[in-house]
């Protein structure tokens, strides 16, 4: 399944209410085409969308046993990559229940461990389980966050869903605008977990466990890092690291209709994609890969620092290298401009513009000759990819090294906004909250202890938006995009590595030491380039005329929250080409303008009020 959602009242009676659970789950049917179902009682409801995959377990659907007159329900999304290990558990324990499709085998788990049964499953998912017998919701993420899960709690219950969407569609639940939240609007990677913009909207965490009941509500988090000397040297580390990544591409490859990749020509994707070929090849399969890269490319590519060149070439020459059928995706500033409002549909929240509508664009291709893919997104949070990580001024800065030293939109606000915004103060205590919470290693020297700070740092909101672009872009779809340096397992073990280690021999070295048997010579040799965005005059101006009517026009809806002279100052710097400073991700300047146009646009699409 791919969707989930849910309604738990522990005072009133809503059986008969299941054309509300219905609304809700009908609005993720682009997340699960292929099935849907409800199940309800007097005081708690479930729903979920299907997506078929064609994994072992099937697509399933939610899983219930009854106990006398209570019953214990579950529901789940995503892909669970042990499931024939939790299979055989429950055969060994000796059910006479059936246990076949993943949610029965999942609910076996449960009465098996309790809430606890969560730490025994492997996989990108969210699961709720309602058990009557004790009048109790359970919900619970994945470890790393792959896949979303959202929840408000009122006096007397709990709505949850997949999306934002879903959970706005209840009658209770209302969409209001968190002014506290404007610094995460206008710049995402501040999100702490669980923040939403939407006053009593929260997302469950990574690894969070959330248990309601009448008398209030439980949280904790069920996997984290731990910290502790690294040992093994780097030869045997490299080894293990391709054994890691080795198993965790084989895993996701096990529980699906093998199909596609994304291929970049980079290190981290054309990685994954080499295991996935050569796994595939030794069943007779041939890997499908794709690459985007933009008709504005010949006349408007310019190199920098985090983009030093365009991917499309290299993507042709790794595939050619490791004989996949390769496709690219060539997306003009129209193909962009037309795919954005899908986009926003799709997140329910603020979304990222063309950042979004490019990896929208090149899943709609994949999704027309695969079900599951695979990415190599994340290796540069947890092996160190960003030009900020060799960078002494940047790591020496007492806040976020990724944020650069560009003007921030949350400055902007109106006067009486940023008075009790206090945006300054926002960031450092964001950055300083996420300090406290780094897993000390006694005794590290103090130069490995700041590293292991930026890592941390890095995997917090900044991984969290990328992730979130793939989920929700690729859900969009009904195509289930896997992750490999997401496992866990992989993930544990690259935190202890020493960034000497990590970065012997260059960006990436170990990673590159780790697969160069695989890759070709100029993936081995390419600078770190990110995920492409467009260089266009057109769709700047396209920013900049949208963002320009937002701050000077009566009748836009943001109008009042900007302070309009220094805006406009900042709309005109940028349009004469007379800001040079670092933004965040490498964007242009521009680009900057992104967050705005896209916030005046989810508030009046959404029907959002403000504060």
């Not at 060994?92 to 969560?118: C, K």
């Not at 993930?491 to 070709?520: F, H, I, Q, R, T």
Request: proline share 6%.
């Amino acid at each position: 399944m791919s969707g989930i959602a849910g309604w738990i009242d522990f005072r009133r009676d809503i059986g008969t209410r299941s054309s509300i659970l219905r609304a809700m789950t009908g609005t993720m049917r682009d997340r699960g085409p292929d099935s849907a179902g409800v199940w309800m009682s007097a005081h708690a409801g479930l729903g979920y969308r299907g997506l078929d995959t064609g994994a072992p377990g099937g697509s399933g659907n939610l899983a219930r046993v009854e106990f006398g007159d209570a019953a214990v329900t579950l529901v789940h999304a995503g892909p669970i990559y042990n499931l024939r290990e939790l299979r055989r558990a429950v055969e060994a324990a000796g059910t006479r229940r059936r246990a076949e499709s993943t949610p029965e085998i999942l609910l076996e788990t449960y009465l098996r461990h309790g809430e606890r049964f969560v730490e025994q499953l492997d996989g990108m998912f969210t699961v709720a389980v309602w058990d009557g017998r004790h009048r109790r919701l359970l919900l619970a993420r994945d470890r790393l966050g792959l896949k979303p899960l959202y929840y408000h709690r009122y006096a007397d219950g709990v709505v949850f869903a997949s999306e934002p969407t879903a959970v706005l569609t209840h009658p209770l639940v209302t969409a209001r605008l968190e002014l506290a939240a404007l610094p995460i609007v206008l710049q995402p990677r501040l999100t702490r977990a669980g923040e939403t913009p939407l006053v009593g909207l929260r997302e469950l965490a990574p690894a969070e466990l959330l248990g309601c009941t009448a008398e209030g509500t439980t949280s904790r988090r069920y996997w984290e890092l731990t910290s502790a000397p690294h040992h093994d040297s780097f030869d045997k580390t490299a080894a293990h690291v391709r054994e890691l990544l080795e198993e965790s591409v084989g895993r996701q490859l096990a529980t699906g209709v093998p199909g596609g990749a994304m291929l970049s020509g980079g290190v981290d994707s054309t990685s994954v994609a080499a295991l996935a070929a050569q796994l595939l090849g030794g069943g007779g399969q041939r890997l499908d890969t794709y690459c985007v890269e933009f008709a504005s490319d010949p006349s408007h590519f310019t190199p920098t620092e985090l983009r030093p060149d365009v991917d499309a070439p290299y993507a042709a020459a790794a595939a050619e290298f490791l004989g996949t059928r390769h496709h690219t995706l060539t997306a003009s500033v129209e193909d962009l401009l037309a795919a954005i409002p899908a986009t926003r549909r799709a997140r329910g929240l603020p979304g990222w513009g063309q950042f979004d509508a490019s990896m929208y664009l090149i899943f709609q291709q994949m999704r027309e000759r695969s079900v599951v893919a695979l990415t190599g997104e994340a290796a540069d949070e947890f092996l160190g990819g960003y030009p900020y990580f060799f960078k002494a001024d940047r790591l020496e800065r007492d806040t976020f090294p990724w944020i650069g030293d560009g003007p921030r939109l949350v400055d902007y606000l109106a006067p009486e906004l940023r008075d009790v915004v206090r945006p300054a103060a926002d960031e450092r205590d964001r950055y300083h909250d996420l300090l406290g919470q780094v897993p000390r290693l006694p005794g590290e020297d103090p130069a490995d202890a700041r590293m292991r700070e930026v890592f941390y740092l890095g995997m917090a909101g900044p991984l969290a938006v990328i992730l979130d672009r793939k989920e929700r872009m690729s859900m969009a779809h009904g195509l289930e995009v896997r992750v490999p340096f997401c496992d866990h397992r992989l993930v544990e073990y690259l935190w202890n590595v020493p960034w000497s280690m990590k970065s012997a021999g260059g960006v990436k070295g170990l990673l590159k030491a780790a697969m160069a048997d695989l890759l070709p010579p100029g993936t081995v040799n390419r600078r770190k380039s990110a995920y492409p965005h467009v260089q266009s005059p057109r769709y700047d101006e396209a920013l900049i005329r949208e963002a320009t009517w937002i701050v000077n026009d009566p009748a836009s809806s943001l109008r009042a929250m900007f302070d309009t002279a220094r805006l406009n100052g900042l709309i005109r710097q940028i349009t004469a080409g007379r800001m040079d400073s670092e933004l965040p991700g490498g964007a242009s300047p521009a680009h900057l303008l992104i967050q705005l146009v896209e916030l005046r646009a989810w508030i009046e699409e959404n029907k959002v009020a403000l504060p």
